[in-house]
């Protein structure tokens, strides 16, 4: 990926840089993880304070412009920032380790079940409702 800066303007009032880079990329879209780490790494930013408002996408053409905002301190962002900006990398993260926890869950209860069943044959003699003895016969 490419980037290129078009604009940078410091605004004290605010306590940010707001940048405006272009994005020149060979395949599909870059997510908006992967624009921040390569403008943080290109122009030297801290990527703790870095947000980014908008990826706008041209149609057909493999570019997008971004507008970051590039704040002082991480209580300035916290104050100034929108809280959807500020919690949407975390919302997809949380959802992630959601997801593995339910993943792991589900696997220890199909252990337990496949335990159980195998407790009751080894008691009763029958493998899925037919005894033991029967299924041989046939």
């Known amino acids: 990926m490419e980037l290129k800066l078009?604009?940078?303007?410091?605004?004290?009032?605010?306590?940010?840089?707001e940048?405006?880079?272009?994005?020149?990329?060979e395949a599909?879209?870059?997510s908006r993880e992967e624009i921040k780490t390569e403008?943080?790494?290109?122009?030297?930013?801290p990527e703790e304070t870095t947000v980014i408002r908008k990826v706008f996408q041209e149609?057909?053409?493999?570019?997008?412009i971004c507008l970051l905002n590039v704040y002082n301190s991480k209580?300035?962002?916290?104050?100034i920032e929108s809280k959807y900006l500020l919690e949407r990398k975390k919302k997809k993260k949380e959802k992630a380790e959601e997801k593995a926890?339910?993943?792991?869950?589900?696997?220890?209860?199909?252990?337990?079940?496949?335990?159980?069943?195998?407790?009751?044959?080894?008691?009763t003699g029958e493998i899925n409702g037919w005894r033991r003895k029967e299924r041989e016969k046939d």
Do not use: D, W, Y
């Open 39 to 45: 403008v943080c790494k290109k122009f030297n930013l």
């Open 28 to 30: 599909a879209t870059p």
């Open 101 to 123: 926890e339910e993943k792991k869950e589900e696997a220890k209860e199909e252990a337990k079940e496949a335990k159980e069943e195998k407790k009751e044959e080894e008691k």
């Open 59 to 64: 149609k057909g053409i493999k570019r997008a």
């Open 75 to 79: 209580e300035a962002m916290l104050q």
């Open 6 to 17: 078009l604009s940078q303007f410091e605004n004290p009032l605010l306590q940010r840089k």
């Open 19 to 25: 940048i405006k880079v272009v994005a020149i990329f």
